[in-house]
């Protein structure tokens, strides 16, 4: 019998779980660091809670202790509460215990969200689906409503906190440098936890061209799926001006006649048939959604034209793979005046170095993150603010430009989320005629 159950962060993850412990008949204690945390008027009367430090000896005393994403296991006290034998999970893990149906769990440092949209929208022509976790929507709210499948995007912060966690089946797109400051050990210990997520499950799908992401001593009932450009099952494959998908070596889709932007896009298509194919949804089904995709807001949004000029919100652009992928995307024979900056979560600029020599881009460098870049890129001009950058970029605008918000770096040093950061930069864009 669970008597005290303590949850950690009071964002939209730790509110559903005190809505859920309440459903269940279970008052739970509530702790954030923070003094003033998001939804701190929304806690129910009956629930203790505190702010502004985490309370050792509830911690210490607790039967159960669920953390939300932006809390690391790694912490001290929670490593305390760990060697005193305290079960320590994250919302996935509650919501595996509680979830009837067949789990596709979907990670990567880069695409997560594009494709558990897309398979969401290839599913849910055929059958239903509830679609949570990282993508924004709380996996616990998706329990109210009876789903064939639920779709899950998992960060590597929630697969910290994974441990019976078993899906039908588990896809990791790629993994690249990220959150090193979550992970002092480097990207070997992000890889292992991003791994996680094949632990258990049936069948695991990776990226044949990157070999971090393949699974590990598979067990005897446990398959495994590759896609990748020229390898694996599912294959991106180009053949003079044209890039088909191709499917056991049969061209099946020219990705010249669809919606989607990018290579980075027509690999993570891959992953999204791989999943369709499995659940055996009709091809045409699957191939008409992929087809005419359009891309999240955010993401590679073109948000405003004047003059010959095309700007670009790249905002989800949070680490440097997204970043190289829109720079190969748009190419070097434009003009570019690329927006950097942020909090840098110990990233490593200097692998842009490749994609920043060409003479046509010119770096505008902001936030927590800009010494940093400054020093790597000498000829880049700091900044303190997004806005600042824009105003002085205005001033050196012609026609055939594009200014690309594509900043390589999260926004919480001076915005609220990534979402944040490009409805400004929407905002500013549009002022400049």
């Known amino acids: 019998m669970i008597k005290k159950v303590v949850i950690i962060g009071l964002g939209i993850t730790g509110l559903s779980c005190i809505k859920f412990f309440i459903n269940k008949g279970i008052i739970p204690y509530i702790m954030d660091s923070r003094t003033n945390p998001p939804f701190i008027k929304e806690i129910p009367p009956l629930v203790k809670y505190c702010i502004g430090y985490l309370n050792k000896d509830w911690i210490l005393n607790a039967n159960l202790i669920v953390i939300s994403p932006g809390i690391s296991i790694f912490h001290p006290l929670l490593k305390n509460a760990i060697n005193k034998g305290i079960k320590i999970i994250g919302d ?20 997560k969200s594009t494709v558990t949209n897309m398979i ?19 996996a616990l709210e998706l329990l109210s409503n009876f789903q064939n499948f639920y779709i899950l995007e998992l960060s590597s912060f929630q697969l910290e ?28 210990q992000y890889q292992k936890i991003k791994l996680n997520i094949y632990k258990n499950a049936s069948i695991c799908i990776y990226n044949a061209n990157n070999s971090l992401t393949y699974p590990n001593n598979l067990q005897k009932n446990q398959r495994a799926i590759s896609f990748g450009i020229n390898k694996g099952k599912y294959q991106v494959y180009k053949k003079q001006k044209n890039i088909y998908l191709k499917v056991n070596n049969k061209i099946i889709l020219n990705f010249n006649k669809t919606k989607l932007i990018g290579t980075h896009n027509y690999i993570n298509s891959l992953a999204v048939l791989a999943i369709s194919d499995i ?10 959604i992929i087809s ?29 793979n997204s970043t190289k992928a829109a720079l190969s995307f748009l190419g070097n024979n434009k003009r570019i005046w690329l927006l950097l900056g942020g909090y840098d979560k110990n990233c490593e600029f200097h692998l842009l170095k490749k ?35 824009i105003k002085n970029i205005s001033k050196f605008l012609k026609y ?34």
Not at 100 to 105: E, G, H, W, Y
């Open 355 to 389: 994609y920043l020599m060409n003479d046509k881009i010119h770096i505008y460098c902001f936030g927590l993150a800009s010494k940093k870049i400054l020093s790597l890129y000498p000829k880049a001009i700091q900044v303190q603010t997004m806005s600042d950058a």
């Open 400 to 433: 055939g430009d594009i200014v690309l918000l594509s900043p390589a770096c999260s926004s919480i040093d001076q915005f609220i989320n990534f979402k944040d950061r490009g409805e400004k930069f929407i905002e500013l864009a549009k002022q400049n005629n």
């Open 292 to 320: 005419n995709y359009m891309l999240n807001n955010h993401t590679l949004q073109i948000v405003h034209k004047k003059n010959g000029v095309i700007w670009i919100n790249d905002s989800k652009s949070t680490n440097i």
């Open 120 to 138: 969401g929208k290839i599913i849910n022509n055929y059958y239903s689906a509830g679609i949570g976790g990282n993508i924004g929507y709380p």
């Open 92 to 111: 996935i893990e509650l919501f595996y215990y509680f979830s009837k149906n067949p789990i596709i769990a979907i990670t990567g440092t880069n695409g």
């Open 161 to 188: 906190t994974i441990k019976k966690f078993k899906s039908y089946i588990s896809v990791i797109l790629n993994i690249s440098s990220d959150h090193m400051d979550r992970y002092p050990l480097g990207i070997e």
């Open 279 to 288: 659940l055996h949804i009709p091809r045409n089904i699957s191939l008409k």
